[in-house]
Every structure is written in structure tokens, then in C-alpha cells.
């Protein structure tokens, strides 16, 4: 479904819900240890965590381009929502033209492909260099538990379906009003999207922030998901002081809707946009 729209600059951005992950909660971790983690959770209950998968629609004056895709039919049931949102707002898989890939996880890309075909048959797939360089590296999937290979098979299909329209990126401008901030630490090359111009701009954190209700409060708060969890602490931590400090709205591959950042003691909050 679609959840929320505002725009930005060129760009009216719309999140698409595409399924909700329902994780355990031994997936949070914080870098001080466990007794660290139970006084930052503060009597949360952790134990029905619920994220949502969303990626995110730009209709621009020339274009129609996503961010990230969701899981499409990858995942099986409960998934795939986004496909239904797109088709509901008039949006037809062959009038994506781009595909901004924020990092090479299944809840992110999987939504690309659909039975070893190409969903988007028009679009070229905007990928992060580090992240293609590390998923595609078979000595490093070598080194890796079987049960964390899923950005491998994500980073093969890739390369097999979508090769020839595959344009690597690094940070900075990339598209009109669409420039790529470097998040390290999630993955090697995860990387956040800032949408518009002036004053008027949104940052799509991607996976940088997974819990709305935890981790600005306290960033150092993180998920077993986290490749490099002090670099994914760093990145979370850069990430909402330059929203909080520039005005920035944020939206998150697993937060509700549209919010603005403000500091709160050595943390943050969120305020939703209505």
C-alpha cells in the first residue's frame, strides 16, 4: 500500500509499504554488552519487534524512479505490497526508468526480479560500487555463514539479469536533485538518498535507522543485521545530527512515514509529519 506522500523539490516521493518483518529479539545488540542493552531498552518490550519493508516512489516532471523495491515475490506470502501500491497510483512496472539500489539485501532488491525474469524491463539499476564489489566477491561468501549469503544471491542476480544496465554509483550527486551520502556499516556501501533542494529536502535513511522507538534515543542500539556495527553507529549518529542540524525530513526503508529529527539530551527524537 501506499503509505504517505509529500513533495520535494522535483520529486513528489511516496513510501510504499510492502510487508512487515517480524524479527527476534535477540537480533538487538548494543557495542558495551547485554547489561548496556536491557538499561538502554528501558522497559520496551522486545519481544513482538515489527518492522516494516518499505521502499519509495519519486514521480518527477520526466520520469518515474524508485528507490530500493521491496521483496516482490521473493520472500513468498505477506510480501509484495508495493507492487499493488504502483498499480494503484497508475504506475506500470515498464515505466520505471531507475532503480536507486541503497544496498544489496533482499528486502531491498528482490523486488526487481520475478520468476528469473526482469519486473522492471525498462529500468537500469542504480547499485552502490562497494556493496556490488563486496556481495559479488566469492572468497568473502566463502568466509560467510551460510544463514548471512543472502546479499550474495542478491548481488548473482543481479549481475545475471540486470548486467548490462547495472551503473555503479559512490557518493554525491547522482541523479537531478538526488544525491548519495555514504552509511557505511549495515553493509560496506550502504548509503543513504537526500531528495530535493534549498531547504527543502528529505533524507531516505535506508537501513541506517531499523527502530523508531529505540535507536534515536540511543543510536548506539543496533541489529545482529549490522555488518560492522560501530560503523553503522557512526553512520546513524552522523546521519540524524546533519537531519536534526539541516532541517531535514527523514523516511526509512523500515519507519512509519514522514518525520523530522530534533536532538533530546545526548540522543534524538522523531516527529512525525502529518
Known amino acids: 500500500m501506499k503509505t504517505a506522500s509529500r ?10 509499504h510492502d510487508g ?4 527476534p529479539s535477540n537480533v538487538l545488540v548494543h557495542p558495551e554488552g547485554q547489561r ?3 538499561k538502554a531498552l528501558d522497559g520496551f518490550d522486545a519481544s513482538e519487534l515489527k518492522m516494516m519493508v518499505n521502499c519509495f516512489l519519486l514521480e518527477g516532471p520526466d520520469e518515474i524512479i524508485l528507490i530500493d523495491t521491496g521483496v516482490g515475490s521473493f520472500w513468498g506470502e505477506g510480501f509484495g505490497q508495493a507492487r499493488d501500491a504502483l498499480k494503484a497510483a497508475g504506475v506500470n512496472p515498464q515505466d520505471v526508468k531507475k532503480v536507486i539500489v541503497t544496498h544489496v539485501h533482499g528486502d531491498h ?14 529500468a537500469e539499476v542504480y547499485v552502490p560500487d562497494v556493496d556490488l564489489n563486496h556481495f559479488s566477491d566469492k572468497a568473502i561468501m566463502a ?19 540486470y548486467g548490462p544496465r547495472l551503473q555503479r554509483f559512490q557518493e554525491g550527486k547522482l541523479l537531478d536533485e538526488i544525491e ?5 556499516g549495515h553493509t560496506p556501501g550502504h548509503v543513504g538518498c537526500l531528495i530535493g533542494r534549498d531547504g527543502d529536502q528529505l533524507l531516505i535513511l535506508a537501513d541506517g535507522l531499523h527502530l523508531a522507538e529505540l535507536q534515536p534515543r540511543d543510536p548506539n542500539i543496533s541489529l545482529v543485521y549490522d555488518l560492522d556495527m560501530d560503523n553503522a553507529i557512526s553512520s546513524r549518529k552522523r546521519a540524524l545530527s546533519r537531519a ?3 532541517g531535514w525530513v527523514i523516511a526509512g526503508s523500515h519507519l512509519r512515514g514522514f518525520s523530522r529529527v530534533e536532538r533530546k539530551g545526548e540522543g534524538f527524537t522523531l516527529e512525525p509529519l502529518a
Do not use: C, W
Open 7 to 16: 513533495t520535494f523539490g522535483i520529486y513528489k516521493v511516496s513510501i510504499l
Open 20 to 23: 512487515v518483518l517480524k524479527p
Open 36 to 38: 548496556a542493552l536491557e
Open 109 to 122: 532488491v528482490a523486488g526487481l526480479f520475478e520468476a528469473g525474469t526482469l519486473y522492471y524491463p525498462n
Open 143 to 161: 568466509a560467510t555463514p551460510e544463514q548471512r549469503r543472502g546479499g550474495f544471491t542478491m548481488a548473482d542476480l543481479l549481475n545475471t539479469h
Open 180 to 184: 548519495i551520502i555514504q552509511l557505511p
Open 244 to 246: 536534526a542540524d539541516e
